[in-house]
């Protein structure tokens, strides 16, 4: 499976961005998809998860209650919505896809996700 990551930018502290990762090349329906990202100088860092369905999601704290994961599956894609922004979510954002079918409960960490796309870059300025 082919992921592609889009809709990054420059925004001000506050504002909001919707990141989409459109899959290709087989279906990710039944597949827990997550977002993670990096920033300059730091390792890869999780930000948010989806099952397969919808049904369960999971952030990290540093964005819960600002972003919402969220998948629609008759378009092979998942998306990120990004509200409040601060400076600190700077970072090269990356969709990724686990191999395993309909797992209950997104993975969390980047070993278990098999899948990933080529990052797209958000920039917050203050």
């Known amino acids: 499976v082919q992921l592609q990551a889009s809709g990054g930018g420059l925004v001000q502290a506050g504002g909001s961005l919707r990141l989409s990762c459109a899959a290709s090349?087989?279906?990710?329906?039944?597949?827990?998809m997550g977002w993670f990202r990096q920033a300059p100088g730091k390792e890869r860092e999780f930000v948010a998860a989806i099952n397969w369905s919808g049904g369960s999601t999971t952030y990290a704290d540093s964005v819960k209650g600002r972003f919402t994961i969220s998948r629609d599956n008759a378009k092979n894609t998942v998306y990120l919505q990004m509200n409040s922004l601060k400076p600190e979510d700077t970072a090269v954002y990356y969709c990724?896809?686990?191999?395993?079918?309909?797992?209950?409960?997104?993975?969390?960490?980047?070993?278990?996700?098999?899948?990933w796309g080529q990052g797209t870059l958000v920039t917050v300025s203050s």
């Open positions: 990724a896809a686990d191999k395993r079918y309909i797992a209950t409960t997104p993975g969390t960490t980047a070993g278990e996700y098999d899948y």
């Open positions: 090349g087989r279906t990710i329906s039944m597949h827990a």
